[in-house]
């Protein structure tokens, strides 16, 4: 047993926990579902553990070693480790008031039967699965073919403000629930002297992390209290942008006269609370330790604890900015770096950030061809591509994005050389979120290994479209049709990285019959 034991501590430190190394940096490890917790505190409970990886997917197996202070958890699918890792790279997650780091294990697997002291372990992992099953499946049973939704499983979230010392604006909403998935609609407004807001998730399961993460969390130290419940609702129609309401797919809107507006019909479904039971009770105990590092925000899993927002002065006259917000943050433009030189192009960056928003313009930079910088349409669609693609692996390498300084990438002057390097994509025909109100707002998933293909010709066979992508290199490890729309279908290849890559090369491919294939990423497995 004391060999087992020394096998996962010297391995820990072979994915390097010394301090020197770790400041703030990932593992260069490859993607593994078994996760490496550094620095965890030595009065950590389990659960506090396996909370950080609640809200990315059913948690499967846990060690803990607290002489050590460090943990492993095994995820039930890489998939959700892959997620994890990458929210937590741009947001330091804590616990117990302590920064703690997450990378990926060397170990493909956590075997724990023949350890010591494993009951308290397994016993959280239980309480949480039994939670999960219990009250609300996560996979498996709302897919892309039926459509179906579990009961109360709504995407909308009904948010109630209490103890309202400082003003919360939508903007400031839109920050704190992103970090939990696309949102797409917000509509705020005063009832009963209590300021609420309805917001509209991409996927209810983003709008299911958000609720077990965020109610009753305080926006700002003691006050300002977060109340989420699930609406009865299943969509909101906005009427107007303005900093009331906002559509984040109809850039079109006009402003109207800045007053929040309700359909007859959602004003009714007020009247009732309109709400399930929290998935998890006891959910303080629960709660996943998130850190909003870019809006100044900091959760911690102790109960009420969502952050240290240091109130700006424009907040006291009713203006509100989020404090600690770079000047950057507001900016389209993408820094994308530690990229493969010899593999990347403008065209493969524009199709792979073309998933998350419309590219406008990507420069390679002529000295320094790891890096590109990356033009979207705007902030949002910016902060989209980069919470889903910083930290993936793309040609062999794992790529950073941030927002950059620069506001807009430019053109090169004419005579100037540029190998090529500088593309402006402006008026492609492949852009996919030109048209507003597009169902593509509400396909937007992280990259996964399952990828969805659609604008099948009704002759195309499903062999033809296996040796499509293994002929381009690609493992190809499960296919299957939709039942009802023969047009679309599911193709799971060997890896994300293989996805990623089969994406670039494949999305747009001539199938002929004047269809060209469209390729995405998928949230359902096959």
């Known amino acids: 047993l004391a060999f087992v034991i020394s096998m996962y501590i010297s391995a820990s430190f072979a994915n390097g926990t010394d ?48 002489g050590k202070n460090q943990a492993f958890i095994e995820m039930a699918s890489e998939e959700a480790a892959i997620t994890m890792v990458n929210y937590y790279t ?18 493909r697997e956590l075997k724990t039967d023949n350890l010591p002291n494993q009951g308290r372990a397994q016993a959280a992992l239980q309480a949480v699965n039994a939670m999960h099953s219990g009250n609300m499946t996560l996979s498996g049973t709302a897919t892309a073919s039926d459509g179906g939704m579990m009961p109360g499983q709504s995407p909308v979230l009904r948010l109630i403000v ?45 709008a299911h992390h958000a609720k077990v993460a965020l109610d009753g969390q305080n926006i700002y130290n003691g006050c300002c209290t977060l109340r989420v419940e ?4 299943t969509s909101l129609n906005v009427k107007y942008n303005n900093d009331k309401s906002r559509d984040f797919t109809r850039l079109d809107l006009p402003s109207g006269d800045g007053q929040p507006t309700l359909d007859p019909t959602m004003q009714s479904a007020f009247g009732a609370p309109g709400i399930i039971s929290s998935p998890y009770p006891g959910a303080a105990g629960f709660a996943p330790a998130i850190g909003f590092h870019q809006a100044g925000l900091s959760m911690q899993t102790m109960p009420g604890a969502l952050g240290h927002l240091t109130i700006p002065s424009s907040a006291m006259t009713g203006r509100m900015t989020i404090h600690g917000m770079a000047p950057t ?37 002529f000295n320094k061809k790891e890096n590109a910088l990356i033009q979207m349409a705007d902030a949002t669609q910016a902060q989209l591509a980069m919470s889903h693609l910083n930290g993936q692996r793309l040609h062999g390498k794992v790529i950073r994005v941030t927002i950059s300084k620069h506001q807009t990438v430019q053109l090169p002057r004419e005579g100037q050389e540029d190998q090529g390097l500088t593309k402006d994509f402006s008026g492609s025909p492949l852009h996919r979120f030109k048209k507003p109100g597009s169902k593509n707002f509400q396909n937007i998933f992280p990259p996964s290994a399952t990828l969805h293909l659609s604008n099948i010709p009704p002759s195309t066979t499903d062999d033809f479209l296996k040796d499509l992508f293994a002929s381009s290199g690609y493992t190809v490890k499960a296919f299957k049709f939709f039942q009802k729309d023969r047009k679309m279908a ?16 494949l999305h747009n491919h001539d199938l002929g019959e004047n269809h060209h294939l469209r390729v995405s990423f998928s949230k359902s497995t096959i």
């Open 329 to 365: 943050a507001i900016h389209s433009v993408l820094l994308v770096s530690n990229l493969n030189p010899e593999s990347i192009s403008p065209h493969g960056l524009f199709i792979l950030f073309g998933v998350y928003g419309d590219v406008h313009r990507v420069k390679i930079l």
């Open 90 to 107: 741009t947001a330091t997650p804590h616990v117990r008031n302590q920064p703690v780091y997450i990378q990926y294990s060397n170990h």
């Open 490 to 505: 599911l193709i799971q290849l060997g890896s994300v990285e293989e996805a990623i890559q089969a994406l670039i090369d």
């Open 19 to 66: 301090d020197k190394k770790y400041k703030g940096e990932r593992s260069p490890c490859d993607p593994s579902r078994v996760l490496h917790i550094r620095r965890v505190p030595i009065e950590v409970s389990e659960a506090e553990v396996v909370s950080l990886g609640v809200p990315f997917g059913k948690v499967t197996n846990l060690l803990l070693l607290k």
């Open 162 to 206: 209490e103890n309202l010392y400082y003003p919360v604006s939508l903007e400031v909403l839109h920050q704190i629930f992103s970090k939990f998935g696309t949102v797409l609609k917000i509509i705020t407004f005063t009832k009963n002297n209590q300021f609420q807001a309805l917001l509209q998730y991409a996927d209810p399961m983003n």
């Open 230 to 233: 699930f609406s009865k609702l």
